[in-house]
């Protein structure tokens, strides 16, 4: 590997816990807003998160459900009006609710700018999701942290896919091994790694035992140096978390983890 010259961060899970307390609500309140009586339930969103993309995720429901309405173009509207309202909605509950950033991630941020590494985001989220995410944490100028954003649509195609890392790799103009992605799920996982781009796992709620291959490092989060595969090297500084050079190790580990994960 050569220097890390950026950190490309997914958004849903990672920077934040967004799909159960967020996503989540606001789709149910986007279905009782257009007087239906349809729920996900903290277990069926979970299997609803295999799909990526909110309203990729509505019609994925939609069509196999025998209330829902039987025209394609029919169930195209209803998704874009759903969805629409959920954004909306979503926007509120962050904005309200306060859903935190997770541990370590605004230290790394932190980190990752005072060491003049870049930072991206990688997301299959719609860029009003993430603004409004990162307004709230970051402050009005929350954008001007990112030297590149890659949302829900400015791809053809979502992650798994890996088009969301070539453009974000295109953009700063950097190779797959100048870079590290930071995700939570399987789909992510294999969207960096299609790209070629050596990725961590810090797991969320709905998928902390999921069955994740080809990251460099999986563990329960950046705000811990516990629980960690491959284990980071115990520390002198007072911080409990996961910084850059414990990046910059698991990349040099690559080959070796490669082989056991
Ligand atoms: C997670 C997703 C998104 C969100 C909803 O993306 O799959 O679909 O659940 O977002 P990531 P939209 O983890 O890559 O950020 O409704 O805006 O599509
Ligand atoms: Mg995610």
């Known amino acids: 590997m050569s220097e890390l010259k950026a950190v490309l961060w997914d958004v849903d899970g990672t920077l934040a816990e967004t799909e159960r307390d967020g996503h989540r609500v606001a789709f149910n309140l986007a279905f009782d807003a257009c007087g239906l009586s349809w729920r996900w ?49 979503y926007a509120d509950i962050v904005a309200h609710a ?27 989220t719609s860029r009003i999701n993430v603004e409004a995410l990162l307004r709230v944490h970051l402050g009005d100028q929350w954008a001007r942290s990112f030297a590149v954003l890659v949302c829900g649509e400015d791809v053809q195609r979502k992650k798994p896919d890996p088009e969301v890392y070539f453009q974000a790799l295109r953009a700063l103009g950097l190779g797959p091994l100048d870079v590290v992605a930071i995700e939570d799920s399987p789909g992510g996982a294999s969207a960096a790694r299609a790209a070629d781009v050596p990725v961590v796992i810090t797991r969320s709620a709905y998928f902390l035992n999921a069955t994740i291959e080809g990251a460099i490092a999986i563990g329960p989060g950046l705000g811990t140096r516990s629980g960690w595969t491959p284990a980071l090297h115990p520390t002198l500084e007072q911080e409990e978390r996961v910084g850059l050079d414990d990046l910059v190790d698991w990349c040099a580990q690559m080959d070796t983890v490669s082989q056991f994960m």
């Open 41 to 89: 339930d903290e277990a069926r969103y979970g299997e609803l998160l295999r799909i990526t993309g909110g309203k990729e995720r509505l019609l994925h429901d939609m069509e196999r459900r025998s209330d829902g309405p039987v025209l394609a173009t029919e169930r195209a509207r209803l998704a874009n009006l759903l969805h629409a309202k959920k954004n909306a909605f």
């Open 98 to 124: 306060q859903i935190p950033l997770r541990e370590g991630v605004g230290e790394l941020l932190d980190e990752c700018a005072d060491r003049g590494v870049l930072l991206g985001i990688a997301t299959t």
